[in-house]
T-cell receptor, first 111, second 114 residues
Framework: QKEVEQNSGPLSVPEGAIASLNCTYS??????FFWYRQYSGKSPELIMS????GDKEDGRFTAQLNKASQYVSLLIRDSQPSDSATYLC???????????FGTGTRLKVLA | EPEVTQTPSHQVTQMGQEVILRCVPI?????FYWYRQILGQKVEFLVS????????KSEIFDDQFSVERPDGSNFTLKIRSTKLEDSAMYFC????????????FGPGTRLTVL
C-alpha cells in the first residue's frame, strides 16, 4: 500500500455543488494531515490541517479524519470555477516532520 | 503576511553543471525543508534542516545534493553535477516548530537541465 493514496481524477462537479475529495493512508502516516491546493505550475497552498478524528470546518471547506478507517477527506461546498486545481493530501508520521504527499486529485468545477 | 521566497524562479543549466537554489524562509521559523516535483508527478521530500544541521534526508538526497544556511536568512540547495533527471520544480518550505506545525511553501524554482 502506498503511504498516501488519492484518486488522480479528474473529478468534475458543476458550479455550486459539493466536491468531495478523498485520501487514504498507511500505518506509517498517522499523525497529522494537510490539504493543499496546487494550481498548474504553482506551489502548494495550504487549505487546512487536521489532527484529530472528526470534522474541521473553515469557510466553504470541511476536512474529515477517520483514523480507524485510515482516510481523510475534504469537502468543498458551493464549488466555484476558481476552485479548479489539483488538491494534494499530505500526511506526517513515523516520528518525522517530513510531509508525504499523495499524487493529488484534479478537480474541475464546471461553470 | 510573511511568506517564503525563492530565487531564481527558473534556472536553465547544462548537464554536469552546479546549481544553487536559494530560499528565504519565514523569519521566525526554525525548520526548513526542500521538496521537489517532477512534472506530472507528486511532491517528494528531499531534506529537512534544523539547528544548522540536516535532520532527515530522503533516498533522493544523495552526495550530489547539499544544503546550507549561510547566514541568518538564506537557506540554499546545491546540486553539484546536475543530471537530466534533476529537472523539476524545487520547493522550499519552512515551519515554526516542526512537529505538528504547518509547513509553508515558497513559489518554487523550476530547474531545467539540458
Amino acid at each position: 500500500q502506498k503511504e498516501v493514496e488519492q484518486n488522480s481524477g479528474p473529478l468534475s462537479v458543476p458550479e455550486g455543488a459539493i466536491a468531495s475529495l478523498n485520501c487514504t493512508y498507511s500505518d506509517r502516516v498517522s499523525q497529522s494531515f494537510f490539504w493543499y491546493r496546487q494550481y498548474s505550475g504553482k506551489s502548494p497552498e495550504l487549505i487546512m490541517s487536521i489532527y484529530s478524528n472528526g470534522d474541521k470546518e473553515d469557510g466553504r471547506f470541511t476536512a474529515q479524519l477517520n483514523k480507524a478507517s485510515q482516510y481523510v477527506s475534504l469537502l468543498i461546498r458551493d464549488s466555484q470555477p476558481s476552485d479548479s486545481a489539483t488538491y494534494l493530501c499530505a500526511g506526517q508520521g513515523g516520528g518525522t516532520y517530513k510531509y508525504i504527499f499523495g499524487t493529488g486529485t484534479r478537480l474541475k468545477v464546471l461553470a | 503576511e510573511p511568506e517564503v521566497t525563492q530565487t531564481p524562479s527558473h534556472q536553465v543549466t547544462q548537464m554536469g553543471q552546479e546549481v544553487i537554489l536559494r530560499c528565504v524562509p519565514i523569519s521566525n521559523h526554525l525548520y526548513f525543508y526542500w521538496y521537489r516535483q517532477i512534472l506530472g508527478q507528486k511532491v517528494e521530500f528531499l531534506v529537512s534542516f534544523y539547528n544548522n544541521e540536516i535532520s532527515e534526508k530522503s533516498e533522493i538526497f544523495d552526495d550530489q545534493f547539499s544544503v546550507e544556511r549561510p547566514d541568518g536568512s538564506n537557506f540554499t540547495l546545491k546540486i553539484r553535477s546536475t543530471k537530466l533527471e534533476d529537472s523539476a520544480m524545487y520547493f522550499c518550505a519552512s515551519s515554526d516548530r516542526g512537529g505538528l506545525d504547518t509547513q509553508y511553501f515558497g513559489p518554487g524554482t523550476r530547474l531545467t537541465v539540458l
